[in-house]
């Protein structure tokens, strides 16, 4: 009767572990089902990839014959987005293959056979032979850049449409009561003069009858005006207040300007015929905030025929890279206290529109030249990027405007990018 109960409960264990097992393999079916348009990769216990399929080997970069035998973690998963280490023993994969858990992990970094990396979602379950022991792991994963920066590229256009909606809005209700100040400050300032000139002659009516004793008491009375209101003072300031006046109407008139062109550069998604140079003036006025306590700012515009383009699209890249030659520069201005310098030239050459933004920030450092323009990859502190905007950036000119973006740079000097556009498009 012992023999028979604890047979039973032998018995019962093992139907409780065959049950786990067939829950955790439909747990993993089920997963892999979700992703069966997904690159799959195999390891054996070792780690090693013993199968990959074309999709795998197409997001990677590798041919079957390269990759078959590597380690995987070591070829693909083995540093963080920042480029440090990332240890084998805290890899999903490795506790897949350890203890028989299945992990799904959102957001991972994979690395192509480049060097250049990419954010990925994917799931990894262990395999298991007749005997149900371990023998590897599988892992199936997406490459989440495309779709991110898509996402990216989105937000980012329509916080621009919103700024846009919100520079026309601005710029028309300043408009009209700025036109009122302008004209009467003008206006002022010539009734002024005018008054000046009667009041001179008023002076000298004044000292021609000051002999006579018959106005002493006028001429008293007008000199003690005169002292009160120091009409010496205001001969001699008067015109200085209304010309600075006049200057401060003339940059707001500008600044209303450029916000009503900023605001109609990006209210169209067609390609239109435009002045380079224009756009460049407007985006400035826009990003003027992002620059200013940091840099003093220079434009050398060359003599630019018309270019086909979104006109949107040029100016959010003008503002993402000059934002960013602040944001360089204000890390050296922390180091050195001194202001740094932007400057922004356009020409042409070869059938190109060139434009060329420079800084005097800390420059690129060699090790990470090659990501800059990756997806998510940014050196900058937490909360400053995201590091959308030079993929952006690279999407909007390369893909859209097929044009050019690269860049120029030397550490603790500075940095040059260049945007090429072609000045005639299909």
């Given at each position: ?39 799959v ?32 973690h070591?070829?693909?998963h ?42 990925a ?28 920066l ?57 000292d ?34 209304f ?26 998604e ?45 100016g ?79 999407t ?31």
């Amino acid at each position: 009767m012992v023999d028979e109960t604890a047979d039973i409960k032998s018995l019962q264990k093992k139907i409780a572990g065959l049950l786990e097992t067939l829950k955790q393999v439909n747990y993993q079916n089920s997963m892999m089902l979700n992703w069966v348009n997904g690159a799959v990769i195999t390891v054996d216990r070792e780690g090693r990839v013993i199968q990959a399929n074309k999709a795998a080997l197409t997001a990677l970069g590798w041919t079957e014959e390269e990759f078959i035998g590597r380690h995987q973690h070591d070829t693909i998963h083995h540093s963080q987005e920042d480029g440090s280490e990332y240890p084998y023993d805290f890899c999903p994969e490795f506790a897949a293959i350890e203890d028989g858990s299945s992990h799904h992990v959102n957001g991972d970094v994979f690395w192509h056979k480049d060097g250049t990396s990419f954010s990925a979602d994917f799931i990894v379950c262990p395999t298991r032979n007749d005997s149900n022991e371990i023998t590897g792991a599988v892992m199936t994963f997406r490459n989440l850049t495309e779709q991110r920066l898509q996402e990216a590229k989105r937000i980012q256009s329509m916080k621009l449409e919103s700024i846009g909606e919100l520079a026309a809005g601005i710029a028309h209700e300043i408009n009209t009561p700025i036109q009122f100040i302008g004209s009467n400050i003008s206006f002022l300032r010539d009734s002024f003069a005018d008054l000046l000139q009667v009041i001179k002659a008023y002076g000298r009516l004044r000292d021609e009858l000051r002999g006579s004793t018959r106005y002493d008491e006028v001429i008293k009375d007008i000199i003690n005006i005169e002292e009160t209101a120091d009409i010496a003072y205001l001969e001699d300031e008067a015109p200085k207040a209304f010309a600075q006046t006049i200057d401060g109407v003339a940059r707001v008139t500008k600044l209303v300007l450029g916000l009503k062109g900023f605001a109609h550069s990006g209210a169209s998604e067609n390609m239109s015929e435009v002045d380079i140079n224009e756009i460049i003036t407007n985006s400035l006025i826009v990003c003027h905030n992002a620059y200013k306590y940091v840099a003093e700012l220079a434009t050398e515009f060359g003599d630019l025929p018309t270019v086909k383009v979104y006109p949107g699209d040029i100016g959010q890249v003008i503002i993402n890279l000059v934002i960013n030659a602040a944001h360089a520069i204000a890390e050296q201005k922390e180091k050195t206290g001194a202001m740094g310098a932007i400057k922004i030239r356009t020409s042409h050459d070869n059938g190109m529109a060139v434009i060329a933004i420079s800084d005097t920030g800390g420059g690129i450092p060699e090790n990470i030249r090659q990501r800059v323009f990756d997806p998510f990859f940014t050196t900058k502190k937490v909360g400053q990027g995201s590091g959308q905007g030079l993929a952006i950036c690279r999407t909007l000119i390369h893909d859209k405007h097929r044009g050019e973006i690269s860049f120029e740079s030397t550490v603790d000097k500075g940095t040059t990018f260049y945007i090429r556009l072609p000045l005639h498009q299909k």
